[in-house]
Structures are given as structure tokens and as C-alpha cells.
């Protein structure tokens, strides 16, 4: 009787908890507008999962391993997997009973000076009915961050794999830039050297040797930055390989020159293929669940209790079950009057579920925008380093020219140093260039999901 009493009470309630249904649909995704294919003209295919085996040097695959096992900040986000994942034992375990042993014992005293005592032991059983699936959102919002925690994690090895690559070829780079300077000093002494010796012979003016020697100097000072950069740019890496920074991880190597062309796949599927995106979109349906559980706060809780025991006067009474007895109880609690409490956390729910939904709509545009950014900037690359090539070209036979018409007496000494700056400016471009279209194909693999798969045997030794 007490349970049809219970059902007609609850029922006007449980017609508004129908009503309340996800925000968020399974069609949600197929509703979003995605562009049919990309903007710049590209390679058709599927995306390439293995950018990593393109790179034959066993030392960057060494150094990926270190980074994988020993960084920190990579370590410190797999913490907040396993903190979710507890989150989610919590979560769940609201929809399974709770069972507890207690033992009691009291001694009181009563107006007419008389002194009892007591003593109990009993089971207890406690268990909240998830009628209304108030629980199994609490425990679905749980679920979906653990989810989401996981993909942020994938998204941060990605990262991480793609900043020890970048990083190991800006050591090259710097290192190259620094040979480069090295062999321009060489040029800048034997300038300086050749125009005292015409000087003394009345050859050269004293202008021509102040010009040359301050040239040196400048050289120098460049020089000095560049080493300072490298060691610089060593000890970056190393810090996200999780090793000391002391500057004397030693890398040789060569920039390559990207020649290759890259599958691209369609738009549409970036949103499952890249984690940040996959990470964002959980984080959606988490503040939906959210909403939907902050909704069900405002209905009725039916609660069963039940116990099991005994007790007496005496201690050993609590632990004889001769006479022990049990209990049921079930109770339904409603929530009245809470001076609009829920309904403001019902609505507090439901902007920050809109604030989410603008959050994950925006980082589409971002990963779109990054995918077409990449594209235009390869291309653009590849431009600049044909038309640097030729410049540099031209750049050394002037460079040649200038100094053979300097020593005729043709051209002035700062004729000279502006065909020297200029074949070196050429040529140092040329190796930013080079390790720009390694930097800008990095990235792009990571836009497009960054997922890598890592060759089996790489070496061990990566000094």
C-alpha cells in the first residue's frame, strides 16, 4: 500500500524527468558543417599515421623514446587520467548499495538515578534508487571525463613527439647556421688580412682596413650569439627528453630538403581523428550529463535502509544472534523550498553547457584554420626556397666578382662587403627555409590528428 501511495506522490515528477532530455544528440556531430575538401589543391588520401618512420635517424627516434618515458610535464598529465579514473570509481559507486557494521554501546542515566547500559552490533544496508537516472548521469559525466582526460593525454604525447622533432632540427639548424658563420669569418681574416698587407704597400686606403677589421668584429660578436643560441636550443631539448640541461647533447646531422607531398584526407574527418578535438567534444557531453543531473536534483530521492543485528545489556549480548532481529525502512525526500538553490545550479548548468558548446565549436575552427594554414605555408616555403636558391647563386658570383674587382681597383671595399652580406644572407636563408618546411610539416601532421608510430629498433645511444 505504502508503494502505490509512493508512485501516485512521485508520479507528477517523474512525467517532468521525462521531459528532461539530453541537449546534446547522437546527431550532433552530423549536423555540424564541415567544408567538402580543403582550400589549396593537395595530395587525396588517406592521412598518414607513420610521419615518424620517415625520419631514418636512430638518434630523434632515441630521443622520442626519453621523452616518452622520463617527461615530466607528460608524467604529470597521466596523473590527471588516474585522478579522473578514481573520480569515476566515486561517481559509480553511488549506484551500488553500501553496506556497514557498526557497534554500539551507551550507558545512561535516568531522572530516577537508575544507570543502564547497552550494547549493539548490526549490519547496515543503504541504497538509493536511481529512478529517475539521476545517478547514471552523475556516473556517465564521470565516465566522459575520464574519456576526455585520456584524449587530452594522446594529445599531449602528439604534442610532445612533435616538439622533440622540431627541437632536434633547430639544434641542426643552429649548428649549420654556426658552420656557416664560421666559414664567413674565414673569408672576413683573409680579407683583412689581404688588404693591411695592400695598405702597407700603398696599395689600399686606411678606410678599407678600419671597414674590414670592423667587419671582423661584427662576425665575431655573431658568431658568439649563434654558439650561445645552440647551446641554448640543445638544452631546450633536453629538458623535454627529461634529462639535465647541460648543453652537450651532441647531434650531427644534415637538414633535409622536403620534396615529398603529404595525404591530407577530407575535413569532416578531423573531429574524430584528432584527440584536442575528441577531448573538447567529450568535455560536451560531460556538461550535458552535468545538466541533466543538476535537473534531477530537483526531484524526490526514495532511499531503502535495512539492518541486521542484535544487542543486550551486556557486551557478548551484541554478539549472540539468538535473538537477533532486522529492519526495513524506505523513505522518500523531496526537496521544497531551497530559495531557488537548484534552479540555479540547474541553470548555472545549462550556461556553462552553452559555454562548452562554443568552446568545442571554436576549436573546430581553429584545427580547420590550422590545417589550411599549414597547407598555404608550405607552398609559400617551397616557393621562397626556389627563388632563394637562385638568389644565392647569383649572390657567390657577385660575391667572387666584386673582390677580383676590388683588387683592380674597379669598385670600393664596401661594394665588396655588400656582395659578401648579401651571398651569406642568401645562404643563411636557405637553412631556415629548410628547417621551416620540417618545422611547418611537423605541425601540419599534428593539425591533422599527430598521431606517429615509432620504428621498432632505434639505438640506445643518442650522445
Not at 508520479?11 to 521531459?19: D, E, I, K, T
Not at 551500488?96 to 538515578?113: H, Q, V
Not at 633535409?256 to 574524430?272: H, K, N
Amino acid at each position: 500500500m505504502w508503494l502505490k501511495t509512493s508512485l501516485v506522490a512521485v508520479l507528477p515528477a517523474l512525467l517532468l524527468g521525462c521531459q528532461a532530455t539530453s541537449q546534446i544528440d547522437s546527431d550532433y556531430l552530423s549536423n555540424i558543417q564541415s567544408p567538402e575538401s580543403w582550400q589549396h589543391k593537395h595530395t587525396t588520401g588517406e592521412v598518414s599515421m607513420n610521419w615518424l618512420q620517415q625520419l631514418t635517424n636512430a638518434q630523434v627516434h632515441g630521443l622520442v623514446s626519453l621523452a616518452l618515458e622520463n617527461n615530466l610535464n607528460l608524467q604529470r598529465k597521466s596523473m590527471d587520467v588516474e585522478a579522473a579514473q578514481q573520480q569515476l570509481i566515486s561517481s559509480g559507486s553511488a549506484l551500488w548499495p553500501t553496506l556497514s557494521i557498526d557497534l554500539d554501546s551507551s550507558r545512561r542515566k535516568s531522572t530516577s538515578e537508575q544507570y543502564s547500559t547497552g550494547h549493539s552490533l548490526a549490519l547496515s544496508m543503504n541504497y538509493e534508487l536511481d529512478l529517475w537516472g539521476k545517478l547514471s548521469d552523475e556516473a556517465r559525466q564521470a565516465n566522459l571525463n575520464v574519456m576526455a582526460s585520456m584524449a587530452e593525454y594522446k594529445q599531449q604525447t602528439y604534442g610532445l613527439v612533435a616538439d622533440v622533432v622540431v627541437s632536434w632540427f633547430a639544434v641542426i639548424e643552429g649548428k649549420t647556421q654556426k658552420t656557416l658563420l664560421e666559414r664567413r669569418l674565414e673569408v672576413v681574416e683573409q680579407n683583412l688580412d689581404i688588404i693591411e698587407s695592400g695598405y702597407k704597400q700603398g696599395l689600399n686606403s686606411a678606410l678599407d682596413v678600419y671597414l674590414a677589421r670592423t667587419e671582423l668584429s661584427n662576425e665575431q660578436a655573431k658568431l658568439a650569439q649563434q654558439e650561445t643560441l645552440v647551446t641554448t636550443t640543445i638544452r631546450k631539448l633536453e629538458r623535454l627528453v627529461g634529462e639535465y640541461p647541460s648543453g652537450l647533447l651532441a647531434v650531427n646531422a644534415q637538414l633535409p630538403l622536403l620534396e615529398s607531398a603529404i595525404s591530407l584526407g577530407v575535413p569532416s574527418m578531423l573531429l574524430t581523428r584528432k584527440p584536442a578535438l575528441m577531448a573538447s567534444w567529450y568535455q560536451l557531453l560531460a556538461q550535458d550529463a552535468a545538466l541533466a543531473y543538476a535537473h534531477k536534483q530537483r526531484f524526490p530521492s526514495i532511499n531503502i535502509s535495512a539492518s541486521y543485528g542484535s544487542g543486550g545489556e551486556q557486551l557478548s549480548d551484541a554478539f549472540s544472534f539468538s535473538a537477533a532481529g532486522w529492519s526495513l525502512i524506505s523513505g522518500i525526500s523531496a526537496p521544497l523550498f531551497n530559495a531557488g538553490n537548484l534552479a540555479a545550479r540547474e541553470e548555472l548548468a545549462r550556461i556553462e553547457l552553452k559555454s562548452k558548446e562554443l568552446m568545442y565549436l571554436n576549436s573546430l575552427q581553429d584545427a580547420f584554420a590550422a590545417v589550411e594554414n599549414g597547407i598555404s605555408k608550405e607552398a609559400s616555403l617551397k616557393r621562397r626556397y626556389e627563388e632563394t636558391l637562385v638568389a644565392q647563386k647569383n649572390a657567390q658570383l657577385a660575391e667572387q666578382l666584386s673582390f677580383e674587382q676590388y683588387q683592380k681597383g674597379l669598385v670600393s671595399y664596401t661594394t665588396v662587403l655588400d656582395a659578401q652580406k648579401r651571398s651569406f644572407d642568401a645562404q643563411s636563408s636557405l637553412i631556415s627555409i629548410k628547417n621551416e618546411l620540417i618545422k611547418n610539416r611537423v605541425e601540419l601532421h599534428l593539425a591533422l590528428g599527430g598521431d606517429f608510430q615509432q620504428t621498432e629498433e632505434v639505438s640506445n645511444d643518442i650522445s
